[in-house]
């Protein structure tokens, strides 16, 4: 009907399902790891409850600053993530909008997003958001190539560079994950360095750097930057369940959506363990593990999804 | 001649991480910290000034207000200062109490830095656990004294509260409890690989360098430098009980920890002496009045060694009361350990020193109608100049 691709960009999957999942993911994390540090954690409309009260703080642009540039930024990254979970299928076999090639074009919106930050940062005119983008860079530069390397192997493995191909191969043939371990382990990594959680918050250190890249962001602009990264985390898990273990479809919306929730959770869980047990890495310790361990470690997948 | 592109990085007066206002400025060149300055005026209270128009036990009050954390130490100096001019000469309970007591804060204050430590490690975990156990200390203080931080519990001539018997046994309960979990954390921080990386090598205070800047506390036995007040000028009980002085020798962020680290285990042990050994008796003398003359009280603080000097004219009010806390030599010698390291590891090194900017506040320099900010080497020239000035 006329109104369903409106449903499914503004309702479900787009951006009140998007929004919601990911301020409950922010909870999730942020509740386990109060378990884990012998903490109570805060109840359930804590995230909401500091989004709405961003909203509502003054909105402050630094005179210096490049005014449509620290705008730009975050309205930028929030269309781009919001447009990833358009793409990736989301507790169904096709996804909203899907057309070969689909993969990569997921890989380059995320990307974007980080981009958006380092714009974001650059334009703030401020030594600590400078030395954030920088540091911000030199993660990218760390961990892109070894997610993309990840993805490669599930795409040769799977003939196809289009969800639909990829979930279709993993309906007939099997989940992904236990084809290619490696490769799962690996993007789990590289999503931790993409969303900045330990042991890879390097640009956002915030006991060093105060806010890195965000220093000079309040109130809605910054509200927004920080729902976008909640939102990266439900678009990383949505991308690591579509491409290594998308269930079976039941076709039925309100179980296949449970299903999904589900493995996202688990994979939001693990996040938040990772996030709590590591302190966190130097930025050359990382560079040097994502480029000589990482990257050669996700290679002997590409090897075996090529042989097999 | 080269010419290097160097960046200024302030940090402070406001910063997430300092919870009192300082400013560091650091010179980086890239990631690198080439040099840097501090200035500790900002929170400076007139605590001396203040003091000269109180009465001698108002002082006492006052003195403990100058630290949260060190909150028995300077008024310990400070009353050690007075009874050296009234030549009291206190019962021995209350030498053990306050040894107690005061082994006690440095087990906190501690414990805190710890804490701290994994915090600007980004080990949040450790963080939370460590000032869980630390609230068995401070519950145990508040059974002793009545409170958790200001509290109140020396006066002129010996303390104020008593220990009960019966409290002996649930005193020694906790003990145990706080001795498994302070060997607990030693065995952490010396087995883990991670927090070694992190904290070897970073910020070394040479011997010589930490005996040009006169640095005290863990932060000179961090460089080998065997100095320790209660060994050194023994005051309350410390004649009586037997413990090691803790020293390495390396000099860096991971030797001061490690001192911290033993000198936890080294004072459970003191408490444990002290509630054996300690005498019945009372736990005050009366004093009259403060003759005049003067008088020097030290005292090690978990930072170092306070002093504080006093002197009376006869009066109910002190003539002057001069502080010096430990921070106030243990800060500048951030200055010496920081260049050659990363921005990262900056404020790790500041930390490192267990800067306390409340107990470091005495002086502020402000010319009439604009502020100078004055560097610390400017500053120590313009005292020379003016007091070549006096002389002259």
Redesign the interface.
Known sequence: MIWEPFLSFFVYPGLIATVLIALFSDWVIRKIKACLQARRGPPIYQPIADFIKLLTKEDVTPRQAHRHLFTLAPMAAFAAVLVVMLIIPFGTATPSIGFVGDVIVVIYLLAMVSVMIMVGASASANPFAAVGASREMMMMFAYEPALIVSILAVAIQSQSLSFVGIIQFQLEGGWMIAKLPIAFAVFIICMQASLGKLPFDIAEADQELIGGPFVEYSGRKLAIFRLVQFMKIVALSSLAVALFFPGPYMGHIGLDFLVQFAKIMGIVAVVAFIDALFPRAKINHAISFFWKVLLAVAFIDIVRALLF | MERKTQ?V?PIGPF???LEEPVHFRLYVDG?KVTGADVIISYNHRGIEKLAESRTYHQVIYLTERICGICNLVHPTAYIQAAEEIAKVELPDRARYLRTIIQELERIHSHLLWIGLAF???????I???VW?DREIVMSLLERITGNRVNKSYLTIGGVRRDIKKDEIPKITEILIILEAAVKKYVKIALEDR??KA?LQGVGILTPQKAREFSVTGPTARGSGLTIDVRKDDPYAAYKDVSFDVVTQSEGDVWSKAVVRLFELVQSVIIIRQCIDQMPSGDIAVPVGEIPPGEGIGRAEAPRGEVFHYLKSNGSNIPERLKIRAPSYVNIPSTLAMLPGN???D??LIIASVDPCISCTCRVVDLKSNNQRIFSMEEFAKFSQKRKRNLIL
Not at chain 2, 119 to 125: G, N, Q, R
């Open positions: 960046t990085l910063f997430a991480t990631e915090h600007f490690m980004a080990l949040d975990t963080y939370m656990h869980k991670t927090i992190r990363l921005i990262a900056a404020p």
